[in-house]
């Protein structure tokens, strides 16, 4: 997901927030947990009732593993990246983990757009970071589009 954000006070350009794309919300994500574990349950209390003595521990490590799996998946979706895109600099951040990871005139930044937009990078001075790379097919040609036409008004390009 693309949302453009407003302008930081003081820093006149923009701001750029992508996001991977969610398919569910929390509480999907709770409601999903709870069928899976629900219907492990069920089956674990026939088997025990049939007999089989191992399934509600069986049942109890699938419930683990299921809620385990869940949270990694609903974690790997808070990443994030800023793009800042101004008259002085260009700017690519990633809250969470690192923060600035590149930065640069926007002069001097080159966009490069590898393997038919499969890969976008910013290119500046040597250095080289990808942006935008657990974004779909289509939102990485927005955003190829909307990097260029930002770079372009930022270097005075455009005029």
């Not at 923060?99 to 910013?122: C, K, M, N, Q």
């Not at 589009?145 to 270097?155: E, R």
């Amino acid at each position: 997901m693309i949302e453009v954000l407003p302008s930081l006070p003081g820093i006149h350009g923009a701001r750029l927030r992508l996001r991977p794309p969610r398919a569910l919300t929390a509480r999907q994500f709770v409601a999903l947990f709870a069928a899976l574990a629900g219907a492990m349950w069920l089956v674990a209390l026939l088997g025990w009732l049939a007999g089989n003595a191992f399934a509600p521990a069986f049942a109890l490590l699938h419930s683990a593993l299921v809620a385990a799996a869940l949270r990694w998946l609903w974690r790997s979706g808070e990443r994030s990246e800023d793009i800042t895109i101004g008259p002085e600099v260009v700017e690519v951040s990633r809250p969470p983990e690192t923060g600035t990871v590149f930065r640069a005139h926007p002069y001097w930044v080159r966009l490069r757009i590898e393997a038919d937009g499969e890969r976008i990078s910013l290119a500046s001075s040597g250095r080289r970071v990808e942006v935008g790379n657990f974004l779909g097919p289509g939102e990485r040609r927005q955003l190829a589009d909307k990097l260029q036409d930002l770079l372009a008004a930022a270097s005075g390009r455009n005029r």
